[in-house]
T-cell receptor
């Protein structure tokens, strides 16, 4: 197992286009998270899945954002009608357990640039 | 809502110097606390954690103690190395059904020979 895998690593898109990112968590991790990180800031929580159920969504997740985790394995994050303000690093993390304090393992992220 | 405040960088130290990076949190309940590190060109990695008051997390010579009375989780290392140059993030997880991490802004550490 090579850890959390994210694809693509980089994405440049024109404003108004739709983009989709994929995250493959560590096998058998039941929790999967998406975060967004802008330059000079810490990661900000976007959404969280336990198995296939999306249990939490941040206010940061506007209607243009949607995330799925079919069958409780990989996850996709789609941004529709991208805006320049969406430019950021999108991080995926996964963990295993049913209580707090468990370690979240992060992928290397997908860097989105909207031009 | 929950928040984490950590000292702003960048921090530049000479090799073998003592390191402290301050971190304080505001949270409902009793969060689990974490320090993550991001080396140049790499993803976030867990450095250490503490899940209850007075717990001390330690790893690679780094330590941090969960202080409930001061709501702090300061990161320390007695003798830094050039290889410790990275960005360090303090984070809190409230749990109780919410497993999101709340991160500080990060502190960039540069260690010079």
């Amino acid at each position: 197992d090579t850890g959390v895998s994210q694809n693509p690593r980089h994405k440049i898109t024109k404003r108004g286009q739709n983009v989709t990112f994929r995250c493959d968590p560590i096998s058998e991790h039941n929790r999967l998270y998406w975060y967004r990180q802008t330059l000079g800031q810490g990661p900000e929580f976007l959404t969280y899945f336990q198995n296939e159920a999306q249990l939490e969504k941040s206010r940061l997740l506007s209607d243009r954002f949607s995330a799925e985790r079919p069958k409780g394995s990989f996850s996709t994050l789609e941004i529709q009608r991208t805006e320049q303000g969406d430019s950021a690093m999108y991080l995926c993390a996964s963990s295993f357990g049913d209580r707090g304090g468990t370690e979240a393992f992060f992928g290397q992220g997908t860097r989105l640039t909207v031009v | 809502g929950d928040s984490v405040t950590q000292m702003e960088g960048p921090v530049t130290l000479s090799e073998e110097a003592f390191l402290t990076i301050n971190c304080t949190y505001t949270a409902t309940g009793y969060p689990s606390l974490f320090w993550y590190v991001q080396y140049p060109g790499e993803g976030l990695q867990l450095l250490l954690k503490a899940t209850k008051a007075d717990d001390k997390g330690s790893n690679k010579g780094f330590e941090a103690t969960y202080r409930k009375e001061t709501t702090s989780f300061h990161l320390e290392k007695g003798s830094v190395q050039v290889s410790d140059s990275a960005v360090y993030f303090c984070a809190a997880m409230t749990g109780a059904g919410s497993y999101q991490l709340t991160f500080g802004k990060g502190t960039k550490l540069s260690v010079i020979p």
